[in-house]
Structures are given as structure tokens and as C-alpha cells.
């Protein structure tokens, strides 16, 4: 009984409280600095949308930029030994010349970042100098090309009807002449970017040595009826003043100054850029310079894409995550231009045989209803084009609309020359010449390259892509170096 009595006196007790255990709060460091609590765990959805995204981007771009500065490196490289070659004193530099103009539809800083980008390293690799000539406006490089090339005529001796003040250049060229200073022997030559300013290039060299040396006459003012143009005009206040001043003479009186009422008008401003001296359609009936050379300076040109509009935004974003394929093919084609040792000319090839003969009425029909109306099979009439004519034609397809935008009312004689034809002289087009590069630069341009890869690989050390990752992560057991912790002493602990 006694026994059952403490077991029902023990029942009855209330149940010992037992003492919650204090969950862990972290890192008391970080507590201290007010940080939250980290705790590991699996991120959601939306974050893992968000980080896949965002780190395929941004891997992509680190990798076409490190692809780049390899690319970059491969053509300076190609070109440096340029630069330690010994100068006489007495020589200068090699000199190109350099054609950059606004593309259409943008500013002139997209043409400057693209030189100083993918054009400028290289050029100061092989220690050359350049002059740049820029077009903010269409039809001011075809404007800067012509008249160069009309003071290279007077300066070879032909005359024109106004002669002009000598400028700078020719004062600086003639104290260098008499200091024994001599021009580089070096080929040298012109670099064009872009096929907007390749076709203001080539129509300058046209109308710089087809056209005349002097500008040609201006149109005469048209001059209302009934008004003679001998008679003062009732609103001009020139005219009485100079009636009162032969009154005076006559009388013997002095002659009263006057000041007119209204200040003259200021002149009128030039045209910018210069209209053209010759339009295409009289190439072929002008003469050629009689100080033409036989072979222009050599010129070549470089891809400019250039593409705008909120729709060609993948296309924007696909050549931005691959500049290095257009730096590979913009370096190759400078160290070619540096290195370049002769020339050849351009040629004018078979491009096409047509069906339609031009002078027949079916030409002005579609090209579907004209192979319809004339036998399979059967050529009336073929054409050529030169080679200038086909460089980088792709980009006019996408430039932007304001380049084939006809002139607004008011502006029928603005010339146009992105949007038309690239009309070229046969005599201008055989004279033209481009850089030719020799195996021997082609094959040292081969062996720089296997060696860049062959260093690459010697710094990689032979690891994939996976196993360089785990290298940086710290997770790859290959070529593991010790930790400072994990070592002992080097020396002997006695000493």
C-alpha cells in the first residue's frame, strides 16, 4: 500500500520544465558588425534564372575580351620589330594617311573609337606615324581627297586661273629640303574605314584628277522683270550714296560722309563641304591630268559594321560578344599595309551575263518578267565591274535609313554618295593600287601565332577548361602547392 501510495503521490507531480536550449547566432564577429545571418540553402527559382543569365554573359564577355587582347598582341607582335630598326637623322618616318568619316546616321566618335580601338595598336607597334582625315558631314572626305590631289598638280606644275597663297605644308617641306632632310623610303599609302568613306575616297581621287584646278562658275543671279541691272535699287542705300558722292565731285564741294541707316549684311558663309568641281556623269567625257602618275599611292580599306535600331539588337549584341574576330581581321590587314614591300594594281573582273539588253524596252522590267520573255540559256548582254566598285558592299544593307532618304524639296543638286552607284573611270581604276603582302611575312605571321598557343598551353599545363576551374576554386588536386600552414620549417629547427 505504501508502495502504491509514493507511485500515485509521484504521478500526480508536475512534469520537470526542461531548460530550452540557446540556438546558435552565427559568427559572433559578424554579429558584432551587425551582418545578418548566413545560412546556406538552395537558391530559388527566380535567382537561378537571374545568375544563369547574368554569369553566361558576363563569362562570354571575359572570354571575347581576354581572346581579344591575344588577337591584338599577335599582330603587334608581327609588327614590333619595326620599331627597333635604327632611323638616319636625316630621314623621316614612314607616314600613311588615314580616312575616317561619321557613318551614316551617327556622330563622328563611333569612327574615332573604332580607330583608336582596333587600328591605333598596331600602328604604334611598328612605330609609324599617320595623318588623319575626318568627314563629320557626307561628301567632306570626298571634299579633303580632291583637294589634295589638286595641290599635288600645282605643285608638279600646272597652272591654274586664281593662284593661291603657298600654304604650310609646302613652307615646312621646303626648310626640311634645305636641311638635307629626306622623305621615307618606305612604301607608304592611304588606310580607308569603311565603305562610306571608301566611296568618298574614290570619288575624290576622281574629281581631284579629272576635274579642273579652279572651282567652276556659279550659277547668275536670277534677276526679277522690269529691273535693270544697271538701274539702283530703291532699297539699297549703296545707291544713294554714291549718287550724293558724284553730285559732290561734280560741284567741287567736299564730299559729305554718311553713314548708312542699317549695318551691310555679313557674307555669306562657304558651303561645307565644298560642292564638287566635276560630277560623275562628265568623267568620261573630261581629260586626264597631265601629271598623273601612272600608279596612285596604294590604299586599302577596312570592315566598318555599323548597325543601329532598337530591332537589330541581337545582331548589336552578337558583335559585341565577338570583337575579337573583327580585331583578328582589322590587325591582319594593317600589319599587312605595315609590312607591305610592293604594290599591285586592282582589276576589273567578268561579273556578270545577262539576258536583258539594256537598250531594249524590257530592261526597265522586273527581273522575273524579262527571263520570262527571253529564251533560257540565251546572253545579250554581260558587264563588269572593278574591284573598287565590290569592297564591303554588305554594310550599305544595313545602314541606316537616312543614308538612301531622297533630298527634301529645295535640295535636288546636294550630292548624294552613300546612296548612289560608286561610278569609277577606267582610267582612274587601272591607276589605282593596293598593298601586297610576301610569304616570307605570312609564314612569320604562322609561327607567332603557334607560338602564342604554344605559351598558352604551357600556362595552362595541359588542363581543360573544368580542371582550370577547380584550379582557381582551390579545388583541383593538380599541381597543388602546398599552403604556408601546411608546411614545416625549412630550416633546422635548432638554428
Known amino acids: 500500500m505504501a508502495d502504491n501510495a509514493k507511485a500515485v503521490a509521484e504521478a500526480s507531480k508536475p512534469?520537470?520544465?526542461?531548460?530550452?536550449?540557446?540556438?546558435?547566432?552565427?559568427?559572433?564577429?559578424?554579429?558584432?558588425?551587425?551582418?545578418?545571418?548566413?545560412?546556406?540553402?538552395?537558391?530559388s527559382r527566380n535567382w537561378l534564372i537571374f545568375l544563369s543569365i547574368t554569369g553566361s554573359f558576363t563569362t562570354a564577355l571575359l572570354y571575347d575580351r581576354n581572346q581579344k587582347k591575344k588577337v591584338q598582341k599577335k599582330w603587334c607582335d608581327l609588327v614590333s620589330h619595326l620599331a627597333r630598326e635604327t632611323l638616319p637623322v636625316t630621314?623621316?618616318?614612314?607616314?600613311?594617311?588615314?580616312?575616317?568619316?561619321?557613318?551614316?546616321?551617327d556622330g563622328l566618335r563611333s569612327a574615332r573609337e573604332y580607330f583608336q580601338e582596333y587600328v591605333k595598336p598596331v600602328l604604334v607597334a611598328a612605330a609609324v606615324e599617320w595623318d588623319v582625315v575626318e568627314g563629320r558631314r557626307e561628301g567632306e572626305v570626298r571634299a579633303g581627297v580632291a583637294e589634295k590631289v589638286r595641290k599635288l598638280r600645282r605643285k608638279h606644275g600646272e597652272k591654274a586661273l586664281v593662284e593661291l597663297e603657298e600654304p604650310e605644308e609646302d613652307l615646312v617641306q621646303g626648310i626640311q629640303k634645305r636641311a638635307g632632310i629626306r622623305p621615307s623610303s618606305d612604301l607608304e599609302g592611304d588606310l580607308i574605314i569603311g565603305r562610306h568613306t571608301w566611296k568618298e575616297y574614290v570619288r575624290g581621287l576622281q574629281e581631284g584628277w579629272l576635274g579642273p584646278l579652279h572651282p567652276p562658275e556659279l550659277p547668275p543671279i536670277a534677276i526679277p522683270a522690269g529691273v535693270s541691272a544697271s538701274e539702283p535699287s530703291l532699297e539699297d542705300p549703296s545707291s544713294d550714296l554714291t549718287s550724293e558722292q558724284t553730285t559732290a565731285s561734280e560741284s567741287g564741294d567736299a564730299p559729305v560722309s554718311t553713314v548708312p541707316s542699317e549695318a551691310a549684311p555679313p557674307p555669306p558663309k562657304p558651303l561645307t563641304p565644298i560642292p564638287p568641281y566635276i560630277s560623275p556623269s562628265q568623267y568620261s567625257s573630261s581629260s586626264l591630268a597631265s601629271t598623273a602618275p601612272k600608279a596612285l599611292p596604294p590604299a586599302v580599306a577596312l570592315p566598318f559594321p555599323h548597325i543601329l535600331g532598337i530591332l537589330n539588337t541581337p545582331t548589336r549584341t552578337y558583335r559585341f560578344l565577338t570583337q575579337r574576330r573583327l580585331a583578328d581581321e582589322v590587325g591582319h590587314t594593317v600589319a599587312d599595309m605595315v609590312l607591305?614591300?610592293?604594290?599591285?594594281?586592282?582589276?576589273?573582273?567578268?561579273?556578270?551575263?545577262?539576258s536583258i539588253d539594256p537598250d531594249s524596252p524590257?530592261?526597265?522590267?522586273?527581273?522575273?518578267?524579262?527571263?520570262?520573255?527571253?529564251g533560257e540559256g540565251e546572253v545579250v548582254a554581260s558587264g563588269s565591274r572593278w574591284e573598287q566598285q565590290g569592297v564591303y558592299m554588305d554594310e550599305e544593307k544595313e545602314w541606316h535609313k537616312s543614308a538612301r532618304k531622297p533630298n527634301a524639296p529645295g535640295e535636288e543638286g546636294k550630292e548624294r554618295v552613300?546612296?548612289?552607284a560608286m561610278v569609277l573611270d577606267e582610267r582612274i581604276g587601272e591607276r589605282m593600287t593596293t598593298f601586297v603582302n610576301s610569304m616570307a611575312d605570312d609564314e612569320r605571321s604562322r609561327r607567332i601565332a603557334e607560338e602564342h598557343a604554344r605559351q598558352a598551353a604551357d600556362r595552362q599545363g595541359g588542363r581543360g577548361w573544368i580542371e582550370t576551374i577547380k584550379l582557381w576554386t582551390g579545388f583541383s588536386?593538380?599541381?597543388?602547392?602546398?599552403?604556408?600552414w601546411e608546411q614545416g620549417l625549412v630550416a633546422n629547427e635548432s638554428e
Not at 20 to 28: L, M, S, T
Not at 91 to 105: C, D, H, K, S, V
Open 477 to 484: 588536386e593538380h599541381d597543388r602547392r602546398v599552403k604556408g
Open 340 to 354: 607591305a614591300r610592293s604594290t599591285r594594281p586592282f582589276v576589273a573582273e567578268l561579273d556578270f551575263a545577262s
Open 362 to 374: 524590257s530592261a526597265s522590267l522586273s527581273s522575273g518578267e524579262a527571263q520570262s520573255s527571253m
Open 91 to 105: 630621314q623621316l618616318p614612314r607616314r600613311f594617311t588615314i580616312f575616317l568619316a561619321a557613318p551614316p546616321g
Open 418 to 420: 552613300w546612296s548612289e
Open 15 to 43: 512534469p520537470a520544465q526542461v531548460m530550452p536550449v540557446a540556438k546558435a547566432e552565427g559568427n559572433p564577429a559578424l554579429r558584432m558588425m551587425g551582418l545578418p545571418r548566413f545560412r546556406a540553402k538552395i537558391p
